[in-house]
C-alpha cells in the first residue's frame, strides 16, 4: 500500500494560518514607496541643477567684470607709459637743443669785444693819410682787418646788410631822428654804426640816423 504523500507530481500548497482575533493581517512587501522616493528626488536633482547653472552664471559674469577692470587699468598703464615716453623724448630734445644754443652761442660776450677793436679798425683806416709812408700803415691796419673779419665769420658773426633804406626797429636802433617831408614811413638816413648777427640771433643791432614824416603831413 502506497501513501499518499508519497505520490510524486503533486504540490503541496501553503496556507498561512489565519491572525489571531483582533489583529490585522500581515501585509507583503510593496514597492510604493521606492516609487514615490524616486519621483520626489527628481525634481530635486532639477532644483539643484538650476542651482547650479545660475551660481555658473554669476561666476561668469563676476570674472568677466574683473577681466573688464584689468583691461581697463592695463589701458591706463598703456597710456601712462606713452606719455612718460614723450615727455622724455622732449625732454632730451629740449637738452639737445639747449645745449647745442650754449656752443653756439657761448662766445657772444667775447665777439662783442670783438666787434668793438673792429670798429676801431675801421675808423683807424678811414682817418690814415694816404701818402706814400701812411700807405705802409693803412695796408698793415687792412689786414689785420681782414684776419679779425675772418675770425669772426668763422665763428657765425655776419653784418647787417642795409638792403633797402626801410627802418627795421628788430635790426636798427635809431641814435638821431629828423622829420621830412620826402618820406611817407620811417627810413635809414645814414648808418652810424654797423650791426651784427650772431647765426640767426641778433648780437648788436645797427645804429642809424632815422627820417621820419613830417608831424602833419
Known sequence: MTDEK???????????????????PAKGP???PAVEKAEKKEPDD????????RHLKEKLKKKEAEAKH????????????????????????????????YFQY?????????????????????????EADGKTFRDGVELINRMLQSL????????IILKDRAFDPNL??????EESENVQEPEVAEELQKGYMHH?????????????PKKGQ
Open 6 to 24: 508519497d505520490k510524486p507530481g503533486e504540490e503541496i500548497e501553503f496556507i498561512p494560518a489565519p491572525p489571531p482575533p483582533g489583529e490585522e
Open 152 to 159: 669772426l665769420v668763422k665763428n657765425g658773426v655776419q653784418p
Open 106 to 130: 657761448a662766445m657772444s660776450e667775447l665777439l662783442l669785444e670783438l666787434l668793438a677793436i673792429s670798429d676801431n679798425f675801421e675808423r683807424a683806416l678811414q682817418s690814415a693819410p694816404a
Open 70 to 101: 584689468l583691461k581697463k587699468e592695463l589701458d591706463e598703464l598703456k597710456e601712462r607709459h606713452l606719455r612718460k615716453l614723450a615727455d622724455v623724448e622732449n625732454l632730451r630734445k629740449r637738452f639737445e637743443r639747449e645745449k647745442s644754443d
Open 200 to 212: 640767426t640771433r641778433l648780437l648788436r643791432p645797427t645804429m642809424v640816423k632815422v627820417r621820419v
Open 172 to 177: 636798427h636802433h635809431a641814435m638821431t631822428m
Open 30 to 32: 510593496t514597492v510604493a
Open 46 to 53: 532639477k532644483a539643484a541643477s538650476h542651482e547650479g547653472s
